[in-house]
């Protein structure tokens, strides 16, 4: 079975940073890229980063690039979120995701909290 | 950015036929994914590739589509469907739609 579990969430303040993980199990995480969505209080879902199965390549939308930044480690079966200078609009419910072959997310795990506020 | 629209809300009966809309600023080929979140949970993949359905969806959900003007279709609509049904594109950098709440009459 696939399983994804976020950790890492919490309150931070304006401009500091915090670093999330995900843990993957039941498939060879090797084998998938992986991303991170997120979903703000009663909002749609964003797309926030997504890695490739070394590592190599990201990719990242406007809203974040040059603050986030994705890694993995193919020998944990684990993916992270670096989110520096954070804002208040990056309050959100952070998802890590499996991203299949057509670019769509296929598994997703149960989401982590992360509360930017003074 | 690939803009995608969905009209906000639809409530309909159990067991009638509901078909849910999405409809992009640009042409994103067949690369649009559907799927399904609850209140309090994950969102859960039904359609992938604008007509795919995903292992383990029941066959009342189906997608079709191409181009710019994609549709979820749910037949027969049960009362467990009651959700938000988000739609995404992959041709681009991955955007969503803003959602389609289901609600049940």
């Known amino acids: 079975e696939v399983q994804l579990v976020e950790s890492g969430g919490g309150l931070v303040q304006p401009g500091r940073s915090l670093k999330l993980s995900c843990a993957a199990s039941?498939?060879?995480?090797?084998?998938?890229?992986m991303a991170w969505v997120r979903q703000a209080p009663k909002k749609g879902l964003e797309w926030v980063a997504t890695?490739?199965?070394?590592?190599?390549?990201?990719y990242y939308p406007d809203s974040v690039k040059g603050r986030f930044t994705i890694s993995r480690d193919n020998a944990k079966s684990s993916l992270y979120l670096q989110m520096n200078s954070l804002k208040s609009e990056d309050t959100a419910t952070y998802y890590c995701?499996?991203?299949?072959?057509?670019?769509?997310?296929?598994?997703w795990g149960q989401g982590v909290m992360v509360t930017v506020s003074s | 950015d690939t803009v995608l629209t969905q009209s906000p809300a639809l409530a309909v009966s159990p067991g009638e036929r509901v078909t849910i809309s999405c409809r992009a600023s640009?042409?994103?080929?067949?690369?649009m994914h559907w799927y399904q979140q609850k209140p309090g949970q994950q969102p859960k993949l039904l359609i992938y590739?604008?007509?795919n359905l995903e292992s383990g969806v029941p066959a009342r959900f189906s997608g079709s589509g191409s181009g710019t003007d994609f549709t979820l279709t749910i037949d027969p609509v049960e009362a467990d469907d009651t959700a938000t049904y988000f739609c995404?594109?992959?041709?681009?950098?991955?955007?969503f739609g803003g959602g389609t709440k289901l609600e049940l009459k």
């Open positions: 890695i490739s199965t070394s590592g190599s390549r990201t």
């Open positions: 640009e042409s994103v080929s067949t690369g």
């Open positions: 590739g604008a007509s």
């Open positions: 039941g498939f060879t995480f090797s084998n998938y890229y």
């Open positions: 995701a499996r991203q299949g072959t057509t670019g769509h997310f296929d598994y």
């Open positions: 995404q594109q992959s041709w681009n950098d991955p955007t």
